[in-house]
């Protein structure tokens, strides 16, 4: 039976992920929403994200709305903003949802707790099965029809090969898991990590140092991991590794975009004015050093993107500290 699927957030990734299910499946009804009205007459007038995805048409079974009551009578709703409006657009759902089939594809903490998305999810909608798109996946690749492998880690494992259902085509490879930790973990830090190579970059070092931040950034993450019960193969897989891997090393992605001008001598605020879209980094770097202080962890690669995005260390302070090492165990 033709699925109906909501997508909520009309930015970049949702309008990607709202194509990626259309093709899935032509005789699908996919709605797009967005909460601001003008952007969403834009797109209905035009057919096309010009704010973010300029080159790839809508086709005809993708639906522009500001209305979120579409969403009463859908199979799927996936929720796609910025995690700092997580929380708010899961209470601008909760009137709505009855029986769907209910996942996120954000990468971030929650601003208000510092804490883990899912935690956010279940403490709204306890006993409510649920779903986390994650892994190396930048819209305009999935947008162009490139082919993309990602994680699908849901609440169980039934549920995850449900949703992956929703979004599994020749272009999309879904890969499940009920390591939702995992996914989340990775999937956030990444972009903390990318910021740091970013900026190593921006500073001049080379490719040398590049592999060096990445490879302590995934212990640094493994660490969290650790701590907050992921599985380290998770990490090692698409939504960690696959995922820091990416974002670390091409200039498409955002995060590492802020981290390189952060290198050139911007500073936070015009850096991301300079980007123009979501760099979850920028928050992800200050609620996670929360985070892994809660947990007793670790966390010096986010403690110093941490300092630089609040202002409170320099960049020539920063590079000091990056070349100052005492020896110590790899493992550590
Ligand atoms: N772009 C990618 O390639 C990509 C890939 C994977 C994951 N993600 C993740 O997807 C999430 C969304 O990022 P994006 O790339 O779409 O960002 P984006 O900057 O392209 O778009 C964000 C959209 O969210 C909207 N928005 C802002 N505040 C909102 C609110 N309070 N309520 C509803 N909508 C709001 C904005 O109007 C904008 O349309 C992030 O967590 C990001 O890490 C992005
Ligand atoms: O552009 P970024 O840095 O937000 O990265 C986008 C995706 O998370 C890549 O998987």
């Not at 996946?137 to 993309?148: I, M, Q, R």
């Not at 929360?290 to 409170?312: F, K, S, W």
């Not at 020539?316 to 165990?329: D, G, M, T, V």
Request: glycine share 8%.
């Amino acid at each position: 039976m033709a699925q109906k699927i909501a997508v909520l957030g009309a930015g970049s990734w949702g309008t990607a992920l709202a194509l990626n299910c259309a093709r899935a499946d032509e005789h699908s009804t996919v709605f797009l929403w967005g909460h601001n009205a003008a952007h969403i007459k834009a797109l209905q007038q035009a057919r096309v994200n010009n704010q973010h995805l300029p080159s790839t048409p809508l086709p005809d079974n993708v639906h522009p709305t500001d209305d979120i009551a579409v969403i009463y009578d859908c199979d799927m709703i996936l929720l796609v903003v910025p995690s700092h409006a997580f929380a708010e657009t899961l209470a601008r759902i909760q009137p709505y949802v009855c029986r769907q089939a209910i996942g996120w594809a954000i990468k971030g903490f929650d601003k208000q707790t510092n804490d883990l998305l899912s935690h956010t999810f279940t403490t709204q909608f306890p006993d409510t099965p649920f779903a986390i798109i994650a892994g190396p996946s930048f819209a305009k690749e999935v947008a162009a029809g490139l082919p993309t492998a990602i994680t699908v880690a849901g609440s169980t494992l039934a549920f995850a090969n449900d949703f992956a259902n929703f979004l599994h085509n020749e272009q999309m490879r879904t890969y499940t898991t009920d390591d939702v930790i995992g996914a989340q973990i990775g999937g956030s830090l990444k972009n903390v990590i990318a910021i740091a190579a970013g900026i190593s970059d921006g500073l001049g070092f080379g490719a040398n140092t590049r592999a060096a931040i990445i490879t302590r950034g995934l212990h640094e993450i493994a660490r969290l991991g650790a701590a907050s019960g992921a599985r380290n193969e998770t990490l090692m897989g698409l939504s960690g590794l696959g995922d820091l891997l990416l974002t670390c090393t091409d200039d498409l992605s955002r995060n590492r975009r802020f981290g390189l001008l952060l290198g050139q001598g911007y500073d936070t605020q015009s850096a991301c004015a300079e980007i123009g879209q979501t760099v979850e980094g920028v928050h992800t770097a200050i609620e996670a050093t929360q985070y892994a202080h809660r947990h007793h962890v670790r966390a010096p690669i986010t403690n110093l993107i941490e300092q630089l995005i609040r202002g409170t260390l320099s960049i020539e302070a920063a590079k000091q500290a990056l070349l100052s090492h005492y020896p110590k165990p790899e493992t550590e």
